[in-house]
């Protein structure tokens, strides 16, 4: 079995962070080379995506001390889960298996250990999940809940709590590979892959140093990416709305012709403003729906890089 392990990291403005997170890399890389749960090539992959703060330089200055560590620069920043991709990509056919985690080390990285021994035992994915959401807010913990079960709801096999903290053998890589979608949500993809797989539980701590990427907004905009690169529900949804209220809109003619013949004809000035508001409101969100399929149909069929590599930095020959 090979052992040689790249660690994927993806980094966006992280210079606050880096110094922490090379320092308590090396030690827990040597720990595991120690054990032989790692062959002694092994690596810490760092990916820039398109920092504008010193993040480079810092990934840089690592790779020419220690030969432990390696890095990709992105011509461009292009998110989280893209830099990721590059960096699994990069790492496919120079390890035996590779473990993806963020640059702040939220996620516990003496977890490693039981990662590692459950790929000697075969499993070609395991995931990383967390035990808690205690240090999470409550709208954080309440929103998170109510997206894994819409998720799973929508048939995809979602793991309950599981990051991108997880671990993939280059077989479930090159099975990655092989998805050309735009539309990137790896934990809705790699479930989908098959293969023998497995969890491990740990507790994730606070950010040290530097501040979440994930601001309020570019968390719904993730949520909505997996949504609908997974799943044509809403579409469904649309249908499902509009023959409501085309049964609905039958009880009001039917009403409006009783009042008609009855001789009750009122001014119905109310009624009339409330349904064209209602109705309009309807019809623009159905409408918005099938916008936002119809956005992401178009990013795709344009097939443009995921990203695209500006520089990379140590383990060049290594190929
Ligand atoms: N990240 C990235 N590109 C981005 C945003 C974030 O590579 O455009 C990285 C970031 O550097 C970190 C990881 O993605 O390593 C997760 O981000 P963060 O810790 O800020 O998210 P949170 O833990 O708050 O959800
Ligand atoms: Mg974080």
Sequence with gaps: MDNRLYVVIPCYNEEEMLGITVGRLREKMTELIRKRLISENSR????????????WEIIRSACENDGLF??????????HQNALMAGMMYAKNRCGCIVSMDADLQDDIDALDEFLRKYENGCEIVYGVRNSRETDTAFKR???????????????????DHADYRLMSGKALEALSEYGETNLFLRGIVPTLGFKTSCVYY???????????????????FAFEGITSFTVRPLRLISVIGLLFSV?????????????????????WTAIVCSVWLLGGVLMLCIGVLGEYI?????????????????????????
Aim: hydrophobic share 35%; net charge positive.
């Design 142 to 160: 309440c929103t998170a809940r109510a997206f894994y079960k819409l998720m799973r709801s929508a048939g995809t096999d979602i793991v309950y």
């Design 295 to 319: 956005g992401r149909i178009y990013f795709e069929v344009k097939h443009r890089p995921r990203y695209i590599i500006d520089e990379t930095a140590g383990d060049k020959d290594d190929e």
């Design 203 to 221: 507790d994730r701590k606070e950010r040290e140093a530097g501040e979440s990427k994930y601001p309020l907004r570019k968390m719904l905009e």
């Design 70 to 79: 390696c890095g990709v620069r992105l011509a461009h920043n292009r998110g």
């Design 44 to 55: 810490v992959l760092f990916v820039d995506d398109g920092s504008r703060d010193k993040t």
């Design 248 to 268: 609905l809109s039958a009880f009001g003619l039917a009403y409006a012709l009783i009042s008609y013949f009855s001789g009750a004809a009122v001014k119905g």
